[in-house]
């Protein structure tokens, strides 16, 4: 079992900058990858970023080049640097713990609110 903890979500203006955080604990043998998923109001989940246990990194396309993926393995921690928010960045994000088969363990999820 796997317990993903986030934290750094928060109220922020357009343009502003946040720093999400997700702490792992458990038995992480068979995950090979974190990842970062996002779900707005009235839409489905969907990837933002995800990094591999080798460090390669993926982002969605509404997101490159404003955010990135990161991994502090001494710590079983995995950071996503958001930066030039927009409102349109409104969501829940959740953490995520990755098999080869799909999205294993997911955190329970912290608000991000990017105001006009």
């Known amino acids: 079992q796997v317990q993903l903890v986030e934290s750094g979500g928060g109220l922020v203006q357009a343009g502003g900058s946040l720093r999400l955080s997700c702490v792992a604990a458990g038995r992480m043998f068979s995950i090979n990858a974190m990842g970062w998923y996002r779900q707005a109001p009235g839409k489905q989940r969907e990837l933002v970023a995800t990094?591999?246990?080798?460090?390669?990194?993926n982002y969605a396309d509404s997101v490159k080049g404003r955010v990135t993926i990161s991994r502090d393995s001494t710590k079983n921690t995995v950071y996503l640097q958001m930066n030039s928010l927009k409102p349109e960045d409104t969501a829940v994000y959740y953490c995520?713990?990755?098999?080869?088969?799909?999205?294993?363990?997911w955190g329970q999820g912290t608000q991000v609110t990017v105001s006009s």
């Open positions: 990094i591999t246990n080798g460090g390669s990194t």
């Open positions: 995520a713990a990755l098999r080869p088969t799909g999205v294993a363990y």
